[in-house]
Nanobody, 131 residues
Framework: QVQLVESGGGSVQVGGSLRLSCAASGYAASSWCMGWFRQAPGKEREGVAVIYTVADRRYYADSVKGRFTISRDNAKKTMYLQMNSLKPEDTAMYYC????????????????????????WGQGTQVTVSS
């Protein structure tokens, strides 16, 4: 059974930081391509960051480059998203997701293509940034 469980969301002020975690189990834990997407009310899902473990490639949305860092601890089957210098426009529900692909390019497209092509995703964790 695939399970992805996010945690670490919350409310912070502008400029603050949060660290999201995603615990993976089942088939999802073996996926080479895992990442985060977010969705704000009334908006489309937006790929945020993705890591392709095999080649240690990491991709970020332009809107979060230099502020967010994605990482993965395979031994703990956990993925992280360190979010610094948060802005009000970062407010959204954040989901971790997998894509069952075998190349870095397809992994990127799965998260940043239109439409995105996720395999599985969790229930999400809310991030709210206030000014």
């Amino acid at each position: 059974q695939v399970q992805l469980v996010e945690s670490g969301g919350g409310s912070v002020q502008v400029g603050g930081s949060l660290r999201l975690s995603c615990a993976a189990s089942g088939y999802a834990a073996s996926s080479w391509c895992m990442g985060w997407f977010r969705q704000a009310p009334g908006k489309e899902r937006e790929g945020v960051a993705v890591i392709y473990t095999v080649a240690d490639r990491r991709y970020y949305a332009d809107s979060v480059k230099g502020r967010f860092t994605i990482s993965r601890d395979n031994a703990k089957k956990t993925m992280y998203l360190q979010m610094n210098s948060l802005k009000p426009e970062d407010t959204a529900m954040y989901y971790c997701a997998t894509a069952y692909v075998d190349s870095g390019g397809v992994c990127y497209t799965a998260f940043f293509g239109s439409p995105p092509q996720f395999g599985d995703w969790g229930q999400g964790t809310q991030v709210t940034v206030s000014s």
